[in-house]
């Protein structure tokens, strides 16, 4: 089974508006990370942040992580069209095996 | 540098037949990972190696499936006596080492099963 979700499911806003999209996880985790996919093929990294870290940025990306409500959420700033995609969080479950555990992911569609 | 490559990018095959999917990792990446995705859904584990031997296969789902990964470079992920349930897109990954790193997945391969 997935341990993580994502919140909302589908989101659709206009270019420059801001986006957001949630994340729950169910264990202790090591780290959680965020990927990018694009009509549903490859995956994309986009950033990791450990457990002993409250928020990261990297470019337009904020990413936050609250493991005491174990949960995550990823900002994206001034969106554009090429920003559509389905983004997935991902944990390790607090394993050190290396497998990642997906949620079924938020659609995002961007509007010029 | 060179990503992580899978071929095919498509196979469509037959029920009962078997298949072939292989996955070409980043160069020096010793962590080995395959995914299954279906439509609408995140990536589902199913096996990793690290190095030549798979470390962890809990997520294979019965004995059709199989994974070698024999030189520790390449690796191939077999379906035995395909069922139309095994159709989706078949993901491989990899990374420089099993803990906690970033993934690098490739394209995958789109496989159905008519």
């Not at chain 2, 498509?10 to 037949?17: A, H, L, Y």
């Not at chain 2, 395959?34 to 609408?40: A, D, I, K, T």
Request: charged share 20%.
């Amino acid at each position: 089974s997935q341990q993580g979700e994502e919140d909302p499911q589908a989101l659709s806003i206009q270019e420059g508006e801001n986006a957001t999209m949630n994340c729950s996880y169910k264990t202790s985790i090591n780290n959680l990370q965020w990927y990018r996919q694009n009509s549903g093929r490859g995956l994309v990294h986009l950033i990791l942040i450990r457990s002993n870290e409250r928020e990261k940025h990297s470019g337009r990306l904020r990413v936050t992580l609250d493991t005491s409500k174990k949960s995550s959420s990823l900002l994206i700033t001034a969106s554009r069209a090429a920003d559509t995609a389905s983004y997935f969080c991902a944990t390790d479950g607090g394993s050190t095996l290396g497998r990642l555990y997906f949620g079924r992911g938020t659609q995002l569609t961007v509007w010029p | 540098g060179a990503g992580v490559s899978q071929t095919p990018s498509n196979k469509v095959t037959e029920k009962g037949k078997y298949v072939e999917l292989r996955c070409d990792p980043i160069s020096g990446h010793t962590a080995l990972y395959w995914y299954r995705q279906s439509l609408g859904q995140g990536p589902e584990f199913l096996i990793y190696f690290q190095g030549t031997g798979a470390a962890d296969d809990s997520g294979l789902p019965n004995d059709r499936f199989f994974a070698v990964r024999p030189e520790g470079s390449v690796s191939t992920l077999k379906i035995q006596r395909t069922e139309r349930g095994d159709s989706a897109v078949y993901l491989c990954a990899s990374s420089p080492g099993p803990r906690g790193e970033t993934q690098y997945f490739g394209p995958g391969t789109r496989l159905l099963v008519l």
